[in-house]
């Protein structure tokens, strides 16, 4: 199975998923428990399930990227730096490179 087999296999699942939640679930539940638990599934699902052509390391930084972000962006990304006791920036490329990992 190649990586782009592999991609619409598991979009297909997750899509499986979503459905299934929202069929069995959401009727009782509000819609950010039925995210919750989808986002959670998404990650155990990409986890298992990696791309193999996805590097695991990123490469050395070359390129820089200005972003503008709004106030609400900037906030959730300066507590998730605070948490992790990290910076923006490493921030920022954690949640790249989960996403490689991911395939998404």
Same mark, same amino acid.
């Given at each position: ?12 699942l ?5 459905s299934?939640?929202e069929?069995n679930?959401?009727s009782?539940?509000?819609?950010? &428990? ?7 599934l998404? &990650?155990? &699902?990409?986890?298992?399930? *990696?791309?193999r052509?996805? *590097?695991?390391?990123p ?5 820089q990227v ?5 106030d609400t962006e900037?906030a ?8 992790n006791?990290s910076n923006?920036a490493?921030e920022?490329?954690r ?5 490689m990992?991911e395939?998404?």
């Open positions: 199975m190649n990586s782009l087999e592999l991609l619409t296999a598991r979009e297909r997750m899509d499986d998923i979503n299934i939640i069929l679930y959401l009782e539940h509000p819609q950010d &428990v039925h995210d919750d638990i989808f986002e959670q998404r &990650v155990a &699902v990409c986890k298992h399930f *990696p791309l052509d996805t *590097p695991i390391q490469s050395k930084r070359t390129t200005k972003i503008m972000l709004d900037l959730w990304l300066e507590d998730k730096a605070s948490l006791q923006r490493r920022f490329r949640l790249i490179h989960q996403r990992i395939g998404y």
